[in-house]
């Protein structure tokens, strides 16, 4: 008997634990694996207004990763509704709407508008600018993340997947704002602020100056964080950042998750989704490793302190 | 026109795809000339199909120069259905080409292709110009074999900096007249490019006229082809990260009559329209002081 891999996550159905990360996933992978192989399609950040983007270059590699500044282009959420969704229905696989706006009401409202489209969840990206508070993204705040979080909560009863930012030095308060506030659960997280620098041109290497860091090198801050939150809220937690093969989802269950997303991974190796779930089920099964439940927050932790603190560790 | 070629391809699964994801078998490589580089893959005939102007990323190993993390893209400088083998040519400029040098047969190299959609080829038209410089030559390699077929005959301004980099002449020779200009001459330099496009064209009138590899000469093209009346196309490139239009990287302004609109080079390109392109000085491979990649 193979691992089971099928799950439940934050009020949605899963054939498997793996899913693409927001914002590298589209439908033209079809062009190299079918998507319904995919256990769900978690798709890129749909905004209130349509967005142009920002400029060129929008992207960067840097050892172990690359930073993006693609600033969520976009026709809006009418556009979305009108001319997006429709070509993600045919595959059958679970469709997961990532959202971003500029206020909590502006959430409110796209959730509402999502509400009758055959949605198996809503992300809530807000890891975005809050207009509100100077530009400082909803998760950078308890109080803008419970706000957002519950005034979608009011607009639609589909599961709620709140994503957080690893940029605050409180992810676990925020954690706990988005559950208290009716997040159905949480994906950390979304990509860590940074900068690359040109040093013979003297210029940065992205257009917009900074950009968000993904791939392997964010790993083990964003498994830190998964491992900090599941121990402090009681909803299920996706973990994204870094994940490349199957050992890498095995580390990130240990750490707590019960489900992952991988993004950066797929720009490499455009089939990731379907080897990293391969790899996964060929670690479980070399090693007896019949339910997923078995690795889920299994991290051993020697003399484990009863109060350990959350966020202050020295190293 | 030709009909862009579907052809599936074995991936993952054993399932067929319309675009090759998969390692293939060096056969050989090696530099030609004092500047560029070239590598033969074998891969099934199938995989190979692709339009002239389309491109692969190639996942370039690492070096004692680093590691490249993303791909690099590379249009398609050869193809040769008979032996089942795919030719690119580059220019080692910077870790990604630095790694691809370092490989020998025996060796596999990742690819994911053919990518984007090709030149426009019409079998009516009776001349058409190309104008290329550098390795911007690769791209066009496939073009002028395509025309040839086609019946269409063909005038290519090939620029480089020295005569010493001159490269990728063949099918050009081949299957038309060729100009070379050079940069140690002053013979590539815009004004002398323009004259001799409007000697050629007073000679015999150009249907239609590609580029690749010279922002300037997109710039030129884009006035003489208002002026003397026939269109073209460009072959530009844009840093990209996926290749396939989902991350939304590699975008460039199009015109669209009154409005201006931003696409993907990957997927709407990487061939465009010459009118369409509103600043190709906004367009950058994936080192600002090199052209790398010959997109
Ligand atoms: C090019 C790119 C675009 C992204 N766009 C979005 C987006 O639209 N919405 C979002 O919530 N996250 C977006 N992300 C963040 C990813 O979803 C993910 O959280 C992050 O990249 C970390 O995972 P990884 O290391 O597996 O890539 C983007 C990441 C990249 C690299």
């Not at chain 2, 409005?259 to 509103?278: A, N, Y």
């Amino acid at each position: 008997m193979s691992v089971v891999l099928e799950t439940v996550c934050g009020g949605v159905r899963l054939r498997s634990p793996i899913m693409p990360a927001s914002g590298t996933f589209s439908h033209e992978m079809e062009n190299v694996l079918d998507l319904g192989q995919l256990s769900a399609l978690v798709l890129k950040t749909t905004t209130y207004t349509s967005r142009r983007g920002n400029p060129v270059p929008r992207v960067t590699e840097t050892s172990f990763g690359m930073l993006n500044s693609i600033g969520i282009p976009g026709g809006g959420i009418q556009h979305f509704v009108a001319n997006e969704l429709p070509k993600y229905r045919r595959s059958g696989a679970p469709i997961v709407a990532s959202i971003s706006a500029d206020t909590a009401a502006q959430f409110g409202e796209m959730a509402a508008i999502l509400s009758d489209e055959g949605l198996a969840a809503i992300e809530l990206n807000i890891s975005c600018p809050n207009i509100e508070a100077d530009g400082q993204a909803f998760a950078m705040s308890r109080e803008a993340t419970a706000r957002v979080v519950a005034t979608a909560r009011r607009a639609t009863t589909l599961p709620l997947w709140a994503k957080l930012t690893p940029n605050t030095g409180e992810i676990v308060n925020i954690a706990k704002a988005a559950e208290s506030a009716g997040a159905d659960a949480l994906v950390v997280a979304n990509t860590i602020l940074a900068l690359a620098i040109d040093a013979d041109s003297r210029r940065a290497e992205l257009g917009n100056i900074m950009g968000g860091l993904s791939g392997p090198g964010v790993k083990p801050i964003i498994l830190r964080m998964v491992y900090q939150c599941a121990r402090k809220v009681s909803i299920p937690i996706i973990g994204c950042g870094g994940i490349s093969s199957g050992r890498d989802v095995v580390e990130y269950l240990l750490a707590g998750a019960t489900t992952v997303q991988v993004g950066t991974e797929s720009f490499r190796d455009p089939t990731a989704l379907v080897r990293i779930e391969r790899e996964l089920v060929e670690f479980c099964d070399g090693r007896g490793i019949s339910s997923l439940r078995e690795l889920i927050g299994g991290l051993m932790v020697q003399d484990a302190p009863a109060g350990a603190p959350d966020v202050d560790v020295a190293p | 026109m030709l009909q862009n070629t579907v052809s599936t391809r074995r991936n993952i699964g054993g399932t067929e795809f319309p675009i090759l994801a998969a390692a293939l078998p060096v056969v050989a490589n090696g530099p030609v000339g004092d500047t560029y580089w070239h590598i033969r893959l074998k891969a099934a005939t199938t995989h190979l199909l692709s339009r002239p102007g389309q491109f692969f990323q190639l996942r370039c190993p690492r070096s004692e120069a680093g590691d490249p993390f993303l791909r690099r893209p590379m249009s398609v400088y050869a193809v040769d259905t008979n032996v089942g083998e795919i030719a690119f040519l580059y220019k080692v400029t910077g870790i990604g080409t630095t790694g691809l040098s370092t490989l020998v047969p025996g060796d596999t190299l990742d690819v994911l292709g053919p990518l984007g959609v090709g030149f426009d080829i019409n079998p009516e038209w009776d001349h058409v110009l190309v104008v290329a410089r550098g390795v911007g030559l690769a791209t066009m390699g496939p073009l002028a074999k395509a025309l040839h077929h086609n019946g269409v005959a063909l005038t290519a301004i090939c620029s480089y900096r020295t005569p010493e980099a001159t490269i990728g002449l063949e099918p050009f020779e081949l299957h038309g007249s060729v100009h070379t200009v050079y940069d140690t001459d002053g013979t590539s330099d815009v004004a002398s490019v323009d004259s001799l496009i409007r000697e050629e064209h007073a000679r015999r009138s150009f249907s239609f006229a590609y580029t690749c590899g010279s922002k300037r000469i997109v710039r030129l093209l884009q006035d003489l082809s208002s002026q003397l009346g026939f269109g073209g196309e460009v072959a530009l490139e844009q840093r990209m990260a996926c290749g396939l239009g989902m991350c939304h990287s590699c975008v460039i302004d199009l015109r669209r009559g009154d409005t201006v609109e931003s696409v993907r080079v990957c997927s709407r390109g990487p061939v465009f329209s010459l009118g369409d392109i509103v600043a190709p000085e906004e367009t950058l491979s994936w080192y600002r002081s090199c052209d790398e990649s010959a997109i």
